[in-house]
């Protein structure tokens, strides 16, 4: 190759690494060109004394401003004299056209790729103390409104939610889904939570809270959740304060090694066993479910914790009269985990924080006025343990892990009856079945939504009743779809047999409960709003995780629907601090009641009163349950 060509292509080279640097680059080296132009136009002018017919010698200067106001605008020329100087000024004008039009369409490309990054959602958050939202499911439209709720009293706040979703779409489905949003500012921006650069649109360093949630669809939403934290938290350029991460995790297996890569930053939500829980929980005890929903929403009251030096001393048997209108639960000791419903003797020191549920933080007194009504409450007795006999309708991932849950609570000898249709379950239930100990397990396939196989169940022998969205084969509102079918045919079954069956069914849609309320079915297990309302309340403060585990968790004290006439007399005018003695020398602890008379209607909290005044009397009938925190 001749040495002329090697320099031409180095040229061209050094040209196209120039180019592909940018509109920025471009702009540059046009301006450069331009100067030049100018300039030597401006050199030739002065030193060949040309100028205007008529006109003395041009200095360069004066040259120079000449050449730049043709080359801004070409009509300039049109009042030049003498030839000389149309042709000099001519060539200069021609050049400036190229360099401009060039100029105008650069920065016309530039402004609407600018444009079109921005409506994409590339562009950099600049906020602080933001709580940012990774991924993009369903659980984004109960989050977003807890947050905003938790928000209120704050002059401003806001919330970014990132994902891989077009920033438009996202926008307008929050807008149509959530409407106001008062005083928060939403911002959505389009990126991978797994890739480090895209993180960096949301601006991690600045935020106050990382919320991570678990893909819809995906074969192993485990797995790109732990590399979303690892993301996080190998961030470049990262701040040396921690993270405040939460994140949830659908198989419990995957929680050592996620834990591994949050280390101290993450909170992590096991949803697997959380929702099996809940589930195994709520199907022995009618309205459960009700009971977790109002503790974990920012609507109503809410759990805190909160310091109380006037406390230390005393024991926390003493402390659950001390609350007028504030209901205590437990103890939270720095170091160690949430202690909920603690031996009535623990006495509290001055590091030690209650946990109790209030209306809001600011609305938490000590008075310690007490007035129990003695001569109302009943005698503690023995309980007849009866054997449970169960059918689970359904089946999904969480299937396995309810059984293996509900072995927990129901008495040895119990009976499971599993009825479902899809292949690999009969294998799981033998593994399931033998590692039962205190229920035994049967398994008969079938259509759940076929009236003849219902029929053939012998339902009214069952003293629980699950039934499980098929939501691993079918989207949301097909599987709601399906399920409403299964509680329709059961609700005629129950009317023209003249039974009542005890049936607690999950909901993929809070919106489909409405309709399923029809059904007349004992409660509804909506999960994926359980799950996301305590991701939201841990998002505030993480140490409710720890609280929220203690309830969850079978070998701590969890919540319980007992029988009012267990405790006080019914049909008798008593106050709550009557309901309060009476659980605690039961060595429970009583955060409230249901009144069965309201049971079915939402706007009553389907009786549901979490946190009762206590001084206020109530009747109570025989049908009513006390709320209380109870080890059994």
Same mark, same amino acid.
């Given at each position: 190759m001749k040495p002329e060509s090697k320099l031409k292509d180095r040229l061209q080279y050094a040209i196209d690494n120039e180019f592909s640097k940018g509109s920025g680059a471009l702009i540059l080296w046009l301006g450069v060109l331009s100067v030049l132009i100018i300039a030597i136009m401006a050199l030739i002018v002065s030193l060949f004394k040309i100028s205007p017919t008529g006109e003395g010698p041009i200095s360069f200067l004066e040259a120079f401003w000449l050449s730049l106001m043709r080359t801004l605008d070409a009509g300039t020329m049109g009042g030049d004299a003498g030839w000389s100087f149309r042709i000099a000024m001519l060539l200069v004008t021609i050049g400036g056209i190229f360099v401009i039009s060039t100029l105008i369409g650069i920065l016309s490309s530039a402004i609407e790729a600018k444009l079109e990054d921005l409506r994409k959602g590339r562009s950099r958050l600049l906020e602080n103390d933001h709580t940012v939202i990774l991924g993009w499911t369903e659980q984004v439209f109960t989050i977003v409104p807890e947050l905003i709720a938790a928000n209120e009293n704050l002059k401003s706040s806001c919330i970014a939610v990132m994902s891989a979703m077009d920033k438009v779409e996202m926008e307008e489905a929050l807008k149509q889904r959530i409407g106001k949003n008062g005083k928060t500012r939403l911002v959505c921006r389009s990126g991978n939570p797994m890739d480090v650069n895209d993180l960096a649109i949301v601006s991690l360093n600045r935020s106050k809270t990382i919320i991570v949630l678990s893909p819809e669809g995906s074969e192993d939403p485990d797995a790109e959740v732990i590399k979303v934290i690892l993301a996080i938290t190998n961030l470049p350029g990262r701040r040396g304060e921690p993270f405040h991460i939460i994140a949830e995790i659908r198989d419990h297996r995957n929680a050592d090694v996620a834990k591994i890569v949050g280390k101290d930053e993450l909170e992590l939500i096991e949803t697997g066993e959380i929702v099996s829980r809940i589930i195994a929980q709520t199907c022995r005890q009618s309205g459960l479910s009700v009971v977790y929903t109002e503790l974990l929403d920012f609507g109503g009251d809410e759990i805190y914790l909160r310091s109380c030096p006037e406390l230390t001393g005393k024991t926390y048997g003493e402390s659950l009269s001390m609350f007028n209108k504030n209901t205590v639960m437990g103890i939270f000791r720095p170091g160690n985990p949430a202690q909920l419903n603690p031996p009535m003797q623990t006495v509290f020191s001055d590091e030690d924080q209650l946990i109790l549920i209030a209306e809001d933080d600011d609305r938490i007194f000590l008075d310690g006025k007490s007035n129990p009504q003695s001569e109302w409450i009943r005698a503690t007795g023995s309980q007849k343990i009866e054997l449970e006999r169960t059918l689970l309708m359904g089946w999904n991932w969480k299937a396995p892990a309810i059984l293996r849950e509900l072995d927990n609570y129901v008495p040895k000898g119990s009976s499971i009856t599993v009825v479902a249709t899809g292949e690999g379950i009969e294998p799981k239930l033998a593994q399931i079945s033998s590692e039962m100990k205190n229920q035994n397990l049967v398994f008969k396939e079938g259509d759940i939504t076929d009236r003849k196989v219902l029929e053939s169940l012998d339902?009214?022998?069952?003293?629980?009743?699950?039934?499980?969205?098929? =939501?691993?084969?079918?989207?949301?509102?097909?599987?709601?779809? *399906?399920?409403?079918?299964?509680?329709?045919?059961? *609700?005629?079954?129950?009317?023209?047999?003249?039974?009542?069956?005890?049936?607690?069914?999950?909901?993929?849609?809070?919106?489909? *409960?409405?309709?399923?309320?029809?059904?007349?079915?004992?409660?509804?297990?909506?999960?994926?709003?359980?799950? =996301?309302?305590?991701?939201?309340?841990?998002?505030?403060?993480?140490?409710?995780n720890s609280v929220f585990q203690d309830i969850f968790d079978p070998e701590g004290s969890e919540i319980y629907l007992k029988p009012v006439t267990e405790y006080i007399e019914p049909e008798k005018p008593v106050n709550f601090y009557t309901v309060v003695e009476s659980a605690k020398i039961r060595d429970e602890t009583a955060i409230g009641y249901r009144l069965a008379a309201d049971s079915r209607d939402p706007s009553l909290a389907y009786g549901v009163h979490l946190n009762p005044d206590k001084s206020v009397k109530v009747i109570f009938s025989p049908h009513d349950k006390v709320i209380v925190l109870a080890d059994k």
């Open positions: 339902l009214q022998s069952f003293d629980h009743i699950i039934l499980l969205c098929y =939501s691993d084969e079918l989207d949301v509102q097909k599987a709601d779809a *399906r399920t409403m079918i299964t509680l329709l045919h059961l *609700r005629d079954i129950a009317e023209k047999k003249e039974v009542d069956f005890s049936i607690v069914s999950e909901m993929l849609d809070i919106r489909n *409960r409405n309709l399923a309320e029809v059904s007349q079915a004992d409660d509804f297990i909506v999960s994926d709003k359980l799950i =996301s309302l305590m991701m939201a309340q841990v998002s505030e403060n993480k140490k409710l």
